[in-house]
């Protein structure tokens, strides 16, 4: 337990269980990156099990980097290198617009001969360095390029053996993310994805409250995800995240870091069964203002006055034409913002199109409802794939231990090492519930011997927390209640978490998540910055609030730099164990500095999920999140994948990165 959280229990006087819970951390939200000015106290105070990186703790030599994409994500990045020269250092990075690649390449002393206008060109250089036996041109890539792209970079940097950071998403469909997974995890690379929410303070106080076991068990979440009406005009309607056709569902676009979060809270059980509802209701051509749709106007400059003036969604309020110089018109210009530029792109380009003539499909509010449960080895197809051949995560670990399996199956024997007997065991106990789910209309009519062992808790570690309160309630309540209630109560479905889950463009808040956490003895309610907690079992004593200080700098409430410490550190464990000759197996069998559920197969559950998500809402159903997985690997199996043959690499074309305002 760190300091930080000590402390913490210690001055809201909480009755902190000692608990042997998972090590986590968890995942990022996309709040603005002036903190300062947006309200946002939040900062990194625990990741893993160990403390930040310092600098008496900095390796012998900094880990070299290569950024691709110098937008507002690759700045940030880049940035952190900059304010830890002891830690990383930029040696190269690619960037095809020339007044931002030039100051890119000033800001951070990086010669001409190192400032690419194209990866193409960067991963050449590469190629002629290892071919004349030098070292490749950096130890690791962080790649912040345009979504279609990430899939596709990710492989072709794993296979020269880059240790890779990569933004969010993982791919734009089930087969690129699943095409990536195998490459990762064949090359052996320290592998990061973009999920800077866990590594925040907020996040991570948060992470340790519920992993402590302090409250109980997690039983259920309610999270609201603000994305902010101009924000979402502006990414999702005007900008690069607004078709699917051209990207990821706006669940795994915008939300991916919720999901991640809530599987990283409930590690190590998995989502089950999900189920979603909304669709795009606003920004539709009907929906645009009569005075306006009269006249055709198809731009925000054509707009007449009486209409832009009051209409939220203008183009022309851009702050730049102000004099303002930071989002948006950063990002959609090449060089410093001018109002001449921005007027051009307003002229031009997407952004400055009428909102209500925009080619977008995206929704504007969504609801999402998961169940979690424990994962089992006749279903987790995931964990074991069974594609055939070499493709579709058969084989691509072959020879070494998972790290995703030892982070998701925290709990849960291998079935390779489970006696006849046992599995006989596990066979009876769902033969049970099943003649239970059949029964369940006739309790009497069900055999004692077929109710015993139905209550099967999902996991050791969930079960643990209470256990004794349990045996209190039975041994108190027994001798009063009705013999039918015991038989009842045995008949019950084991306990599965859940979490409602609401995305919605129209608010004034720009991404500061909502969220309550329902424990079996306490509440949790915060906001991205502060959060209050409610011990049932104090009588009296009321919510306390909690306030996590501000550790650590970056956008995202310290959780991009986060993100970079603890990649940094898995880089330079992975480079320690290399050198000295110790095996994969050993490496693996390592506390991950990354975290629980942050393995390049826990992030591909992530997706899968996101997917799966997305096929509930468009065919209103329950999806069963085995069957989808299952049924996702197979299809991939069945396909080339990228490592049959050397894909031709696409031309890096500006960005208009990324998804919100600095930091978001």
């Known amino acids: 337990m760190s300091k930080f959280f000590k402390k913490t229990l210690k001055r809201v006087s909480w009755r902190a269980q000692q608990t042997e819970g998972p090590q986590y951390p968890l995942t990022t939200p996309e709040a603005p990156t002036d903190l300062v ?139 690129e993310c699943i095409d990536v997974t195998e490459e990762v995890e064949k090359s052996a690379v320290v592998y990061a994805l973009g999920h800077n929410f866990p590594y925040s303070s907020y996040a991570a106080s948060l992470s340790e409250l519920v992993h402590s076991g302090t409250l109980g068990r997690l039983v259920h979440i309610e999270h609201l995800e603000p994305v902010g009406y101009y924000h979402f005009a502006h990414s999702y309607v005007r900008g690069n995240w607004q078709s699917e056709q051209t990207s990821a569902p706006i669940i795994l676009t915008k939300s991916s870091h919720d999901l991640d979060i809530f599987c990283r809270w409930f590690h190590p059980l998995v989502p089950k069964h999900v189920s979603s509802f909304g669709g795009l209701s606003h920004f539709r051509r009907e929906r645009k203002p009569p005075e306006a749709a009269a006249r055709g106007v198809m731009r925000c400059l054509e707009c007449p006055a009486s209409v832009e003036q009051r209409c939220e969604y203008s183009a022309k309020r851009t702050p730049v034409l102000g004099g303002h110089t930071g989002w948006p018109g950063s990002l959609i210009v090449d060089g410093r913002p001018t109002a001449e530029k921005m007027t051009r792109a307003l002229e031009e380009t997407p952004y400055g199109l009428c909102v209500y003539e925009s080619a977008n499909d995206v929704p504007d509010h969504q609801t999402v409802l998961i169940e979690f449960s424990a994962p089992t080895d ?28 030892t982070s998701f199956r925290v709990g849960y024997p291998d079935p390779s090492d489970r006696s006849a007997s046992q599995s006989r065991e596990r066979q009876q ?156 197996t050993e490496t693996t069998a390592r506390r991950n500095p990354l975290g629980v559920g942050a393995t390049v197969r826990d992030q591909l559950r992530v997706f899968l999920t996101g997917f799966a998500i997305e096929e509930a809402r468009k065919q209103r159903k329950v999806v069963d999140c085995e069957e989808f997985e299952a049924r996702m690997l197979q299809s991939a199996s069945a396909s080339t994948t990228h490592g049959e043959e050397d894909s031709q690499l696409a031309k890096v074309s500006v960005e208009y990165e990324p998804e919100g305002p600095p930091g978001m």
Not at 99 to 116: G, L, M, P, Q, S
Not at 380 to 387: F, R, V, W
Not at 431 to 455: C, D, K, V, W
Not at 520 to 534: F, K, L
Request: glycine fraction near 8%; hydrophobic fraction near 35%.
């Open 37 to 175: 000015a947006n309200g946002n106290g939040v900062s990194m105070a625990h990741i893993a099990s160990s403390e930040l990186p310092e600098e008496d703790d900095a390796p012998d030599s900094p880990v070299t980097l290569a950024i691709i994409g110098a937008g507002q994500r690759g700045k940030n990045f880049a940035d952190y290198a900059r304010s830890h020269p002891r830690l990383a250092k930029v040696v190269a990075f690619a960037e095809p617009r020339p007044e931002t690649r030039a100051e890119f390449a000033a800001r951070h002393n990086i010669a001409d001969k190192h400032a690419f206008s194209s990866h193409k060109e960067l991963l050449t250089l590469s190629d002629v360095l290892i071919a004349d036996g030098k070292p490749r041109i950096a130890q690791a890539v962080v790649i912040c390029v345009q979504d279609k792209m990430h899939a596709e970079l990710t492989i072709e940097f794993a296979k020269r053996g880059f240790h890779i950071l990569c933004e969010k998403p993982l791919g734009i469909d089930a087969k």
């Open 378 to 405: 006749e279903t987790d197809a995931l964990q074991y794939a069974n594609g055939g051949g070499g493709g579709a995560l058969n084989g691509a670990s072959e020879g070494r231990a998972s790290e995703s399996r």
């Open 429 to 584: 106990q769902q033969s049970r519930h099943r003649q239970l789910q059949q029964y369940n209309q006739r309790p009497s009519s069900i055999p004692r011997s077929h109710r015993q062992g139905a209550s099967i808790a999902t996991s050791q570690h969930y079960a643990a927390s209470s256990r004794s309160h349990s045996r209190i309630a039975d041994t108190t309540e027994r001798r009063s209640r009705p013999r039918d209630t015991d038989q009842r109560r045995e008949e019950l479905p084991p306990m599965n978490p859940t979490v409602s889950f609401t995305l919605a463009a129209h608010t004034d808040s720009i991404c500061v998540r909502k969220t309550t956490l329902y424990f079996e003895h306490g509440e949790v309610i915060g906001d991205m910055s502060t959060y209050t907690v409610s011990d049932f079992r104090e009588f009296g004593r009321g919510p306390r609030r909690v306030v996590p200080p501000r550790v650590h700098g970056g956008g995202h409430g310290g959780g991009d730099w986060g993100l970079m410490d603890a990649w940094l550190k898995a880089i330079v464990q992975r480079e320690k164990e290399l050198a000295g000759g110790e095996e994969s």
